[in-house]
């Protein structure tokens, strides 16, 4: 059974730092490319940060560059979210993706809250 559990999240102030995890299981999770999704209330899910099997190569959109780190352990099946100087628009429910080919497994979501 293919399982994505994210964690970590939570309410923050703004300038704070929150680190999400992801971790894997019921796929060979080294051979899939992983990514983070958040979606806004009120907007469309969007793409966050992407990080190829190997961990070498990494994309994050604009809007978080500079901020935010994806990584992962392929040795515990994670993936990870480093989320630094956070902003109130940084709000929403952040989700784990794994991709390889016409496959697409998707967790449950964490929320983050980023308010004073």
């Known amino acids: 059974q293919v399982q994505l559990v994210e964690s970590g999240g939570g309410l923050v102030q703004p300038g704070g730092s929150l680190r999400l995890s992801c971790a894997a299981s019921g796929f060979a999770f080294n051979i899939y490319t992983m990514n983070w999704y958040r979606q806004a209330p009120g907007k469309e899910r969007e793409l966050v940060a992407s990080?190829?099997?190997?961990?070498?190569?990494?994309n994050y959109a604009d809007s978080v560059k500079g901020r935010f780190t994806i990584s992962r352990d392929n040795t515990k099946n994670t993936v990870y979210l480093q989320m630094n100087s956070l902003k109130p628009h940084d709000t929403g429910v952040y989700y784990c993706?794994?991709?390889?080919?016409?496959?697409?497994?998707w967790g449950q979501g964490t929320k983050v809250t980023v308010s004073s």
């Open positions: 993706n794994g991709v390889r080919q016409i496959r697409s497994y």
């Open positions: 990080i190829t099997t190997s961990g070498i190569t990494t």
